[in-house]
């Protein structure tokens, strides 16, 4: 790409606590997209890492880019004493690195807006964890009736879509965590502990123990679900990701090692787990499917890396399943992994795409 080329380019931008996601626009079609870690509450130089690893990979599109369209949610992170200096601080080591082309996507009850830098004070609580907005409106233009279902690596976002548009009226973590529409439950980053207080083993109810032992990403390393390339995160531990290391951390959450029992009974914990995921996950979907009244025949419409645990919540709802990178435009040569890439980031790319189309 040249740099005139670039300068034709659009960047989204979704900067979170754990992850820095970010898609590439040409002509309004996805070219590329990727995911780095960014534990940002270790410091805003983590942030600066992943930029500069964006920059690295798209020398020419970042300095020349007509809009890099932001989102975030990495203003909750406890490096900041509040949120407001969360939103300002990063706004700030933002408009340095990416300049004047810098647009803030923020939520209001008549939608997504866009506010320029400059303005972030102002805004602050709108642009504070707007994320699920921007891949909730930019669904809403390919799907009339359904239900948005992102499962990412900490969190999952379930936002109802009616003839068109994003049915919410909660806006803000507080609202969101109160509706249902926010739930604390990912398939990377959750501690295991807080999944199931009990699980069964060998036979017996067997007590959890409340330590950070073990995380989601253990089930779904042994489940083999979990894409390889979306286990960014370091173990509970710090230590290796192999089947082994996996097991032994289940295994101590229980009192036990990994060599107390076979692979089979650890493979059976692992999916227990499992379906205490998708069960609450399920209890919450089906809140906001009653509060919004979404038809039967509304489809949920699946993304993030966990997208994976979307068929089995649409399965037992009844309902038709369709794919958030399916309504992504591709360039005609893109690389074939994208689209998967597109769906685990789903808001960068969705900020993307709705800045494009506001130019």
């Known amino acids: 790409m040249t740099a005139r080329g670039a300068a034709g380019c659009v960047i989204g931008w979704d900067i979170g606590g754990a992850h820095v996601k970010a898609c590439l626009l040409e002509d309004g079609r996805a070219r590329d997209a990727a995911q780095w870690p960014c534990r940002l509450w270790q410091g805003q130089d983590q942030l600066a890492l992943a930029l500069d690893a964006a920059q690295s990979r798209w020398p020419e599109a970042f300095v020349a880019a007509r809009r890099h369209a932001v989102t975030m949610t990495g203003e909750m992170v406890d490096l900041f004493p509040n949120r407001r200096d969360g939103v300002l601080r990063l706004v700030e080591q933002l408009a340095t690195r990416l300049g004047r082309a810098l647009r803030l996507y923020a939520a209001s009850r008549l939608g997504g807006a866009w506010v320029a830098g400059a303005d972030a004070a102002q805004h602050w609580q709108a642009i504070a964890s707007a994320n699920w907005l921007a891949s909730a409106a930019w669904a809403?233009?390919?799907v009339s009736d359904g239900v948005l279902v992102d499962i990412g690596s900490t969190t999952t976002d379930l936002v109802a879509l009616r003839q068109g548009r994003v049915a919410s009226r909660a806006f803000g973590d507080a609202q969101r965590l109160a509706s249902g529409e926010l739930v604390y439950l990912g398939v990377v980053r959750t501690p295991l502990c807080a999944l199931a207080r009990q699980v069964p083993f060998d036979g017996h109810e067997v007590n959890v123990m409340n330590e950070f032992f073990a995380t989601s990403a253990d089930v779904y390393r042994l489940t083999a679900e979990l894409d390889p390339a979306h286990d960014q995160q370091p173990s509970a531990d710090n230590g290796a990701k192999t089947l082994q290391a996996t097991r032994q951390r289940l295994a101590r959450l229980i009192g036990r090692d990994a060599d107390e029992a076979d692979e089979s009974q650890w493979l059976a914990l692992a999916r227990f787990w499992r379906e205490q995921q998708v069960e609450q996950t399920a209890a919450q979907l089906a809140r906001v499917i009653q509060?919004?009244?979404?038809?039967?025949?509304?489809?949920?419409?699946?993304?993030?890396?966990?997208?994976?645990?979307?068929?089995?919540?649409?399965?037992?709802?009844?309902?038709?399943?369709?794919?958030?990178?399916?309504?992504?435009?591709?360039?005609?040569?893109?690389?074939?992994?994208?689209?998967?890439?597109?769906?685990?980031?789903?808001?960068?790319?969705?900020?993307?795409?709705?800045?494009?189309?506001?130019?």
């Open 140 to 142: 809403a233009t390919r």
């Open 291 to 359: 509060a919004h009244r979404v038809p039967q025949q509304a489809a949920l419409v699946a993304t993030g890396c966990g997208a994976f645990l979307v068929a089995d919540l649409a399965r037992r709802c009844g309902r038709p399943l369709r794919r958030f990178d399916d309504t992504v435009p591709l360039a005609p040569d893109a690389p074939a992994a994208l689209p998967g890439w597109l769906s685990v980031c789903a808001p960068a790319a969705a900020v993307a795409l709705l800045a494009h189309a506001d130019a």
